[in-house]
């Protein structure tokens, strides 16, 4: 059957029922468990970067010019390590602070010392604040919703289209002064794949929020990570927003996780050089320095930018089939049927399903049953909820590609029968 | 001149004066530019453990049973890492929390959840209580006061004595709700190198605070770090704090700072299993796992407790002459002037000296126009303030030994000088 169910008769969603429950309960028969859950590199890609492992080897390399990485010091990180992240991200290497292996910390930590110290423009701490609010456009990286609302903020959703957030929207509610920052992944979003379209950019710059101390949570976590096609060069926001008077409104993030080891990365946030001196006298208190020799280990190993994209091209040809894997079985199975909607991504780590409304809960239900495990439904939503039941994010990452195949064939009928049975109900 | 100065006649000082001050001038002529300010181990230390670099080598030996190290997870650290805290430091692995290069960060990062989050037994976060007290024994670490001072706490004194903290004073201040925990260095404490005796580290777990959340700051930093002698076992803490019905009160601290390199060591917090529970929880929203492939170096590197007690015996061979120089050189030179006191430690990276009152400000001035930087006067106290402008303390273990005996010649020239200056105003 390769018409719309929306066009069936009844009877023919009845046997169209009967038909994908038989295919269904034999996929279930086989007792599979197949993990799409999480943006996880798969195996073959951390073996790829094994020569970081020993390209420190010897006291001799544990130098960055005068400063040895195995003592103490150096709080914003080793020059080296800001130089090439500074190349990666467009800036300048001073607005560079380096941390440790994960860029969420240094994105939670921002948010805990807005709480307790408050930011560079911040009349006062947000803990004093009556109430902070934040945008969270949607469907987003559960994770950087999760620190929001760990805060006890208000999360505000605002509409995700295909060139990044709604900015009607978005202009709109940042007049208020209760809304203090907004999180965004501006290439290849985190689930959607988008990468924000250059007016939108211009116009997040441009913002002219109520709050003095608004900040633009810019997570770039995936500013070099293309599966198809050519390096996309993105814009640097820091310009971008010090053009646009907003110098210290914006704070980057973005970690190698998916360039070397998640487990053993190093992470930058790149600001402004007065918002990077305000953060690094607070952070001076926490800690003496982030892991320095890491640090070097991992200039050492991706040398500069044109270095660094040949190996993202390498995880690339690793990543395709996987990705194609999936984009291909869902336009075969599932296009066809007109039960749900996807963005084509070109980078990133997901591919984000839409389904009709009130699917998604019980799509996921059944794939557990079947031995698959996904991304728990509203997962990409504030709150854990999605309005719609509507959006489920694949990560097909971290399956070899025949696991994910059998894995995504159980996704289709388990949509398939999901959207089956609410029209035969 | 071997007699005590305030046994001198008034033309003995001033002749003394004079001499004193001639070979200052000598001193200060060469140009000297030394630096005993901080406890950071030297080269050869850091030289000592460069097998480490290389114990993870393959894709093949970055997994910890069936956990791959490389990967995303695992936020409480891997199970061989908790596993040789725990024999390290005599307690439980399911009780370690294996973090980070820097014990610093998690003693700070539990303290900023007390203030955002509370602690598990808090009836309200720090940041909704009116006042916030926490009692720091002193000459202490500048860094634990500063982690206080940093969230506006009111830093409260309690005097050193050689056993550890006037538990006297402790006993009585923590009946006050407002006083929610107290820094403490229980084995060769930072400055003086005191171990706690067993009878304070008793009545320390017996304290019966009167805030529920009262924490205690663990900060067993050199657990193992004895230069002068055989391994002093010490109680585990956890343990008695348990038997003492306190079981939540304690956190414990300890690093591989100066086991391996301060810029990229291993840390741990250990404490009750639903503490680790409430904090994991917590501290999940903000990383998704330190650096495991660190974690599992180390553990390969080190071993266990033999092994890891076998690799400080060589630090201690290191450390030992550069301590003996300075302690053999106070002996000689100050000892007999009845101008300052000092503990003889046998473990730690510090020694602490303290001046007769009012001399340690102007003693540190001199050491700086002679071109010896040391920690700052009053760095050893809350706010920087030390009332008696009395303790210095001297970090004998970066600099060589030839260049710490200049070092600490020109510390004793200019101690004399200032307390000469003293006595005959």
């Given amino acids: 059957m390769t018409i719309p169910y929306k066009n069936m008769t009844a009877a023919q969603k009845s046997a169209e029922l009967d ?4 295919a269904f309960e034999a996929e279930k028969a086989l ?9 996880k590199p798969g195996r073959e890609q951390l073996d790829l970067v094994s020569e970081m492992l020993t390209v420190i080897a010897e006291p001799s390399d544990c130098f960055d010019g005068t400063i040895d990485t195995r003592n103490y010091g150096e709080v914003r990180g080793i020059p080296a390590a800001k130089k090439l992240f500074a190349e990666l991200l467009g800036c300048k290497p001073e607005e560079c602070f380096i941390g440790g ?10 948010i805990a010392k807005a709480y307790t110290h408050g930011l560079l423009r911040s009349e006062k701490s947000w803990s004093k604040e009556e109430k902070i609010k934040f945008l969270c456009p949607a469907p987003g990286y559960d994770r950087h919703f999760k620190v929001s609302q760990s805060f006890g903020m208000e999360l505000i959703t605002v509409a ?22 907004m999180w965004c992944v501006p290439k290849f979003s985190n689930p959607d794949g988008i990468v924000y379209s250059d007016e939108t950019i211009a116009r997040i710059a441009r913002m002219k929020p109520a709050a003095p101390d608004f900040a633009l949570m810019w997570d770039n976590a995936y500013c070099i990570h293309e599966f198809e096609g050519e390096f ?75 270095h660094t994209l040949a190996l993202m091209k390498k995880h690339a040809a690793i990543l395709r089939p996987k990705f194609r894997c999936v984009l291909d079985t869902l336009a075969r199975e599932i296009a066809p049927l007109g039960i749900a909607e996807w963005q084509k991504p070109t980078g990133g780590y997901f591919i984000s399903v839409n389904t009709l409304p009130g699917l998604a809960k019980r799509t996921l239900a059944l794939c557990k049953e079947a031995g698959v495990t996904m991304t728990p439904a509203g997962a990409t939503f504030p709150y854990g ?17 025949d696991e994910l195949q059998k894995a995504i064939d159980v996704f289709c009928l388990s949509l398939r029968l999901a959207a089956l049975e609410q029209l035969t109900k």
């Fill in 160 to 181: 995700m289209t295909p060139t990044g957030p709604d900015m009607d929207a978005v202009e709109e509610l940042v007049k208020d002064p209760a809304v203090k920052g």
């Fill in 19 to 22: 038909t994908v429950r038989e």
């Fill in 101 to 110: 292996c994960a860029s969420l910390t240094l994105m939670y930590d921002l």
């Fill in 385 to 401: 909820v999605d309005p719609n039941d509507s959006n489920i994010r694949i990560a097909p990452t971290l399956p070899p590609v």
């Fill in 232 to 306: 996309i060069p993105f814009p640097d926001m820091l310009a971008l927003c010090r053009e646009a008077g907003n110098p210290d409104m914006v704070y980057e993030f973005a970690s190698t996780s998916k360039v070397t080891f998640p487990g053993a990365g190093v992470s930058v946030m790149a600001a402004s050089t007065d918002n990077i001196d305000y953060l690094a006298a607070l952070i001076g208190i926490q800690i003496i320095s982030y892991d320095k020799v890491n640090q070097l280990r991992h200039v050492r190993y991706l040398k500069d930018k044109a």
């Fill in 31 to 39: 007792g599979l468990k197949l993990d799409m859950s999480r943006g």
